[in-house]
């Protein structure tokens, strides 16, 4: 625990970050900041949680990730090459 951090940033300075706590064993970072609410129509975050919550942190290994990272919608063929 508490060692990530998700860092969004503008021009200046890093805009809410987020960090590991002992709550949480990922953080998800999609297209979208995670502040703001995805467009209905490329919501990857939903499908990207509902997947990692699946795996969960006690079965969690490289394969399990990919696995995650390229199901649909998170991987998308039509944004991604």
């Known amino acids: 625990p508490n060692e990530g951090a998700l860092l969004s940033r503008d021009r200046q300075k890093s805009i809410q970050p987020l960090f590991l706590d002992n709550s949480t064993w990922y953080l998800l970072q ?3 900041d995670h502040w703001e609410q995805p ?5 990857r975050r939903k499908y990207g949680l509902r ?3 699946e795996v969960t942190s ?3 290994n ?4 990919n696995g995650v990272l390229s ?3 998170v991987r998308n063929d039509d944004t991604s090459q």
């Open 71 to 73: 199901k649909w919608p």
């Open 39 to 43: 467009p209905v129509f490329d919501d």
């Open 51 to 53: 997947y990692i919550n």
């Open 58 to 60: 006690a079965n969690v």
């Open 62 to 65: 490289l394969d399990q990730v």
């Open 30 to 32: 999609t297209n979208y």
